[in-house]
């Protein structure tokens, strides 16, 4: 087991993989953490791409976007595909899901992967919304939170990113999927919708509608990059 870093977070957050740390309902009316969680417990591997995103790969390695130095944190990070990959850079990371089993198979990918992890990473059970770390993050990623959660909840996911990040710090957003699904969630989700939640906290510096993408995902991702006011 690899050895993590507990830097800003509240000793009761630590508790990775504890059946104590389901997460709470968050909105009375939908069951989404119910249904990732029922996903992840099924190994589900409908959206997994075996490993980082091709859109993060290209924003840092072809664009070379430098990111704020400091801690960063990976929301929704699922089998931590993109959470190893990161920490792989040199940045300190926490990576959260709100769903035990993504946990669970994100320590797994750890434990296989510790050589090429030269940050430091932390794993939680948490939700975004309820999320208190006792230090804020310069930098934050995510891929496919926004079409994951109830569109009802959007104006809080903006509202926790604000809460979560600091001055001048950096929201990386890569949406998905564009294009509308026969059955939610995820749900379609679109950049105006994006922007509508997060204007008030974020200005926007930089938008890549023709992201790199596995084959098959053409046209359905979009790249985003916010700094925080």
């Not at 679109?190 to 509608?209: G, Q």
Request: with cysteine; hydrophobic share 40%; glycine share 6%.
């Amino acid at each position: 087991m690899m050895a993590v870093s507990v830097e800003g977070i509240p000793p009761s957050s630590t508790k990775s993989i504890s059946p104590n740390m389901a997460p709470k309902k968050i909105h009375p009316e939908n069951n989404h953490n119910h249904e990732w969680k029922m996903y992840w417990a099924a190994a589900g591997t409908e959206h997994d791409q075996n490993g980082p995103s091709e859109a993060l790969r290209e924003l840092l390695e072809d664009h070379r976007w430098l990111l704020p130095r400091g801690r960063c944190l990976v929301a929704g990070c699922g089998r931590g595909y993109d959470a190893l990959y990161l920490a792989s850079r040199g940045l300190t990371c926490v990576a959260i899901d709100c769903c035990e089993p993504a946990i669970a198979q994100a320590q797994k990918l750890l434990d296989t992967n510790t050589e090429t992890v030269s940050g430091k990473l932390t794993l939680v059970v948490q939700d975004i919304f309820t999320f208190k770390p006792t230090l804020r993050f310069t930098v934050a990623y995510e891929y496919g939170l926004f079409s994951a959660i109830h569109p009802s909840q959007r104006q809080q996911w903006a509202e926790a990113y604000a809460r979560l990040i600091v001055p001048q710090g950096s929201l990386i957003v890569l949406l998905c999927p564009l294009t509308r699904r026969s059955q939610a969630p995820p749900y379609q989700v679109t950049m105006a919708e994006c922007e509508s939640v997060l204007k008030r906290y974020f200005v926007l510096v930089r938008v890549d509608s023709n992201c790199r993408c596995v084959e098959g995902q053409e046209g359905n991702e979009l790249m985003s990059v916010w700094k925080r006011l």
